[in-house]
């Protein structure tokens, strides 16, 4: 059994919402065997991953997955349950798997769930995947693996890409508010929300937060010096450069005093309630290897805290205390601490509610000040602090007391956040009691420390006391309830039409101000700016649409590829358009027919927000079957059919029930609403349409106007834009008409048996005769497919030039020229075939064949050859 590759898809897919890993395993010797030909396989495999009993498998309760081995079932099902289990024994909790047949006997793809925010490529999968194939043929082989080292490991390799506590409880706040979220790379950097709506936060930092209160509290002595100026209590203290500095200073205050550097954080290297000079001076040089400038301030006595505020409000508030450990009376302090880090709510820095509790230099020097070492056997119940500071970064704990605090204490804390400059601020108090009201002077209490960025996870799970949500009141303070996090966003698949409908609907979309971003087969825009010249019809794309501060509407295609090697690039739709489904990209990605391409397609339809709008195409009947898909129905859209007709009995029957449809009826293009009729525009006057002679871009037409009216576009709006949708500007490479000399040259995209069928049909309609074709196709097609829409072109046109393009998309050359005759003189003996070796022979060749005022047909794989080309010929756009 050997892993051939692994692939990730990160939006929603075909298999689930959720991110998914995809991994190709070919099982070799265990092909076509199962777990009942191997003698107490199932038996030795259960006690090594006890959590298997527990695997719902297809039987859709627990003990499901044991019993399917018991019964018999193949080792790729098996591979994929024990990588589950193996996952969710490093605390990497997914649930989703599914394994299906890849095409080849012994060939599978494994279907593997993924955590949201896990980096796409994170090596944790395939080290998961490839331990639990180990496992199945050790424990085949008759042998025990054993798992620690290897899951002590992977857990450790999961903990450093993982989102951090803070960030991660971020993520679910907005998630909870159905706000999008999406991590940057391998940082803990989130991206919220869409287009003039996103914004960005990193820990409990935002991108409002100011830069010059990070800054001042980053330095220490100037914040003290800000809040001193404020009226705020604050310790007295000085920086100095040296040991005898800081032991002048710790004479001039009296003592005790707290040492730390100047610029340093979570509590590293602080030493407090130091009243000796020999103190002083150890600790000095202790903080001087962190800063070389540091900080000598009085001891504030009394209890330390941490006060939380977002913007101008006290969110939460924990009382800290320093790393310890309570005696039993028998164990010793070394083994107590070993005991507390068996806790797994403790961890490595800052990936746990706790971090580990440590018994390094400071902590053995805290202990031998009370005649204690590791060694040391406290009585029952006797706690033994190993620490002066109370820092969770140092093992510390945390006690919510956020129903406590007194509002005098409150509008200090806005005081001191309000000087600093910081919409989330962490403010370390000492005082005797934080829930007793602030003397006139302030006495006994002081604002030690104010941190920017403050990490979250002592109010989200404190030791002790009630949780905060502080991560949702930062997420308010972002997105103040009721307000959007989102843009108007149109996603339009199909076979046929897709690029045109994207292009058409982002034009009638603008015409109502709206700065409109829009990802294509061509690229990427934003407004009439072309940001990414590409194939840009996937997720990336989407995201880079999505992710644009100036898009205010989105409409993005999206293709077969993108859905099947990606998934999707966003969350839900407002709108979803499904333009026609018919047979292309076969032999492509594993799909076989075109049930598959109407699984793929499907997808779109399905992520459609709750009461969004699904416009389908009522003169195909697969797209018609949408409408009743249980994953469509459950979002409870909103359907508008479109077609060519108003007689089309799923547009009658639509209206009949108070539905919304568009169609043509006596030359116009007309918007319906149960028995309300609209005339949006006279079908002639549909720009590009060839004086509405152009079916295709009727049909394409009636889909971009049901998307922008369902997105509030007023209906005079939308027809100014269609009347003004001028294709060589608008939709170029789209059925664009040119006129070289006395030949109309139309230009087209069309490259499968129903696209070719429809421009030739526009051809004799338009110029009454069949005309010539320069053909050529894409190699990545299957050759019966390449085939039928080679004998569609024979049909079409008598007089055909075939040529190749310069990508053969791992065709060998020659070989589709070979194809497309084959099907050229299948369908039509005696078509005339002329070869040409590129591009600019192929057009020479067919204007050599043309007859004055004869039409020319031009299938194009790249655009821009082409359009240097006709400028290189003279050739004038024709209206």
């Not at 962490?426 to 403050?454: H, K, Q, T, Y």
Request: charged share 25%.
């Amino acid at each position: 059994m050997h892993l051939d590759h692994l692939r990730w898809l990160g939006g929603p897919n075909l298999y689930v919402s959720r991110p998914v890993a995809i991994a190709r395993i070919e099982l070799g010797e265990l092909t076509g065997r199962e777990t009942t030909d191997f003698t107490g396989f199932a038996e030795r495999l259960a006690p090594l991953l006890p959590g298997l009993a527990q695997h719902h498998c297809s039987a859709g309760r627990p003990g499901g997955f044991l019993g399917a081995m018991a019964r018999g079932t193949y080792f790729g099902h098996v591979t994929e349950h024990v990588t589950l289990e193996l996952s969710a024994m490093i605390g990497r909790e997914v649930f989703f798997g599914r394994t299906v047949w890849a095409g080849a006997p012994g060939r599978y793809d494994v279907i593997l769930e993924c955590p949201r925010d896990e980096p796409a490529g994170a090596s944790v999968v395939e080290d998961l995947l490839r331990l639990g194939m180990r496992t199945v043929t050790e424990v085949l082989a008759g042998r025990t693996p054993v798992l620690t080292a290897d899951l002590a490991a992977l857990a450790s390799t999961h903990g450093q890409t993982r989102l951090g506590v803070s960030t991660a409880a971020l993520a679910t706040a907005a998630r909870r508010r159905g706000i999008p979220v999406r991590r940057m790379g391998h940082l803990n950097l989130l991206q919220l929300g869409h287009g003039c709506h996103r914004r960005m936060v990193w820990a409990a930092m935002t991108d409002r937060t100011s830069a010059v209160g990070m800054e001042t509290a980053a330095d220490k002595m100037l914040t003290k010096c800000l809040l001193e100026e404020a009226g705020l209590p604050v310790p007295s203290g000085y920086v100095v450069g040296s040991a005898e500095e800081a032991v002048g200073v710790f004479q001039d205050i009296g003592g005790p005093v707290v040492v730390k550097p100047l610029t340093g954080h979570h509590g590293e290297k602080v030493s407090i309630e130091l009243a000796d000079p020999a103190e002083v001076v150890a600790a000095f040089r202790e903080a001087a290897t962190v800063c070389e400038d540091v900080l000598v301030e009085a001891y504030v006595p009394g209890r330390d805290h941490r006060v939380l505020v977002v913007g101008d409000k006290v969110v939460a508030a924990a009382e800290l205390s320093p790393a310890r450990v309570t005696g039993d009376g028998h164990s010793t302090i070394a083994e107590l601490v070993a005991v507390a880090n068996a806790d797994p709510t403790r961890g490595e820095g800052h990936d746990r509610p706790l971090t580990r509790l440590a018994l390094g230099d400071t902590e053995l020097a805290h202990l031998g000040r009370h005649d204690l070492h590791p060694g040391s056997v406290p009585a029952a119940g006797e706690v033994v602090p190993l620490r002066r500071n109370a820092n969770l970064s140092t093992g510390g704990t945390s006690r919510d007391v956020t129903d406590r605090v007194h509002p005098d204490v409150v509008l200090l804390c806005r005081r001191v956040a309000a000087t600093v400059g910081l919409d989330v601020c962490g403010i370390d108090l000492r005082l005797p009691d934080i829930g007793a009201p602030v003397p006139p002077d302030a006495g006994g209490i002081g604002v030690i420390e104010v941190n920017a960025s403050p990490g979250l996870r002592m109010h989200l799970a404190p030791y002790e006391g009630r949780s905060r949500d502080v991560a949702a009141e930062i997420i308010d303070q972002m997105y103040p309830p009721g307000v959007t996090a989102r843009v108007p966003l149109v996603t339009v698949t199909g076979t046929n039409g897709k690029t045109t409908t994207v292009r058409l609907a982002a034009h009638l979309l603008g015409q109502d101000g709206r700065r409109v971003g829009m990802c294509t087969t061509e690229g990427v825009y934003v407004g009439d700016d072309l940001m990414y010249k590409a194939d840009a019809s996937g997720p990336r794309s989407a995201q880079m649409v999505l992710g644009n501060r100036t898009v205010e509407t989105a409409v993005l295609e999206a293709a077969r590829g993108g859905i099947v090697r990606r998934g999707l690039g966003y969350d839900r739709a407002d709108v979803a358009i499904i333009t026609n489904i018919t047979n292309d990209h076969l032999g492509v990605d594993d799909i076989v027919d075109v049930d598959d391409l109407v699984e793929i397609k499907a997808l779109v339809a399905e992520e459609i927000r709750v009461g969004g709008h699904v416009v389908l195409n009522a003169d195909d009947p697969r797209v018609v079957e949408f409408a009743a898909r249980p994953a469509v129905l459950r979002r409870k859209p909103v359907i508008r059919y479109f077609a060519q007709s108003a007689a089309n009995p799923v547009i009658e029957r639509h209206l009949r029930a108070n539905g919304v449809a568009y169609f043509t009826d006596d030359g116009w293009l007309v918007e319906a609403e149960g028995r309300r009729r609209s005339a949006l525009l006279p079908v002639g006057e549909v720009a590009g349409s060839f004086g509405g002679r152009a079916d295709y871009m009727i049909a394409n037409a009636l889909a971009a106007a049901a998307a922008a009216r369902a997105l509030g576009v007023p209906a005079s709006l939308v027809t100014s834009g269609l009347r003004t949708f001028e294709p060589h500007r608008c939709n170029p490479g789209r059925g664009c008409s040119f006129r070289i000399e006395e030949t109309p040259v139309v230009v087209d995209y069309a490259h499968n048996p129903a696209a070719v069928a429809a421009v030739g049909g526009l051809l004799r309609r338009v110029w009454g005769r069949e005309g010539v074709a320069a053909v050529t196709l894409p190699g990545d097609r299957c050759d019966d497919l390449v085939m039928d829409t080679a004998r569609e072109v024979a049909r079409c046109f008598d007089r055909v030039v075939v040529y190749e393009d310069e990508d053969l998309r791992g065709r060998r050359s020659g070989e589709m020229t070979r194809l497309i005759i084959d099907g050229l003189t299948e369908t039509r003996p005696d078509v005339r075939i002329h070869t040409a070796g590129d591009l600019k022979d192929a057009v020479g060749i067919a204007l050599g064949l043309a007859v004055p005022g004869e039409p020319l047909l031009l299938l194009y794989e790249k655009l821009q050859p082409v359009a240097d080309l006709l400028q290189t010929l003279g050739a004038t756009p024709a209206r």
